[in-house]
């Protein structure tokens, strides 16, 4: 069964006339990287958006792990919880979900929402600090941070939550080499262990080190 599924998805933003999405139909299967590639405006983040409900479909089906994602769905709240933790989304735009007072405080955010113990969050909140490069930056202000500090920031936050689908959209803006070097030996280990990856991106050298499969969306 595909983790992943649109079927025939259609969506329009309220202040548009215009489709962002057009009977888009595509699947994820459990366990590998796949990347959303084409034009500006194709509808790249949008999808990403409607794959964790933060917008629903004009038309047609989102499902994940089989089960529908929509605002009926999501009015229960033992589902968005339990898709919360298994979905994790990393923004194009890190400050849309920077907010705490210090990059450890955002890191543990995720984990401390889950009710976990004190021991499992300060784990997971050190191992994901060590995995992005980011301990001597513990105690600083997310809004001090550089914009490629503030991408691997948000992307911490996100895995520590250890989703089984990591989506990410357009995870290499503002990296230097070493920090884009980074981000792609991680995106292929959490694939390596048996996790899955969706990226919308424009960089095709990301995509050929990921050796992932490519779903091409057009241009309207």
């Known amino acids: 069964m595909s983790l992943v599924e649109f ?3 259609c969506f329009a933003y309220p202040s548009s006339q215009r489709l962002a999405l057009d009977g888009v139909s595509f699947t994820v299967d459990e366990g590998e990287a796949c990347a959303l ?22 038309l047609g089906e989102v499902r994940f792990a089989g089960e529908l994602v929509d605002a009926s769905a999501l009015r229960d709240a033992r589902f968005t919880k339990r898709l919360r933790q298994r979905v994790g989304l990393v923004f194009q735009d890190p ?3 920077l907010f705490c007072p210090t990059v450890a405080e955002e890191v543990s955010f995720g984990p401390r929402q889950m009710g976990l113990s004190t021991e499992e ?3 997971r909140t050190d191992d994901c600090l060590r995995m992005f490069d980011l301990e001597r930056l513990r105690d600083r202000a997310p809004w001090r941070l550089s914009g490629g500090e503030k991408r691997r ?12 689908l990591l989506c990410l959209d357009e995870p290499t803006n503002g990296l230097d080499d070493a920090s884009r070097a980074g981000m792609v030996a991680f995106l292929r280990s959490f694939v390596a262990a048996g996790k899955t990856v969706l990226v919308a991106t424009h960089d095709l050298q990301l995509v050929s080190e990921l ?3 490519t779903i091409s969306l057009a241009g309207r």
């Open 153 to 164: 920031c948000a992307t911490a936050c996100v895995v520590s939550l250890a989703p089984d």
């Open 7 to 9: 079927s025939n998805v």
């Open 37 to 58: 590639v084409g034009p500006n405006g194709c509808g790249k983040s949008t999808s990403l958006r409607l794959l964790v409900g933060l917008d629903h479909p004009s």
């Open 211 to 213: 050796g992932a499969r």
């Open 95 to 97: 400050d849309a979900q």
């Open 121 to 123: 969050i300060e784990r």
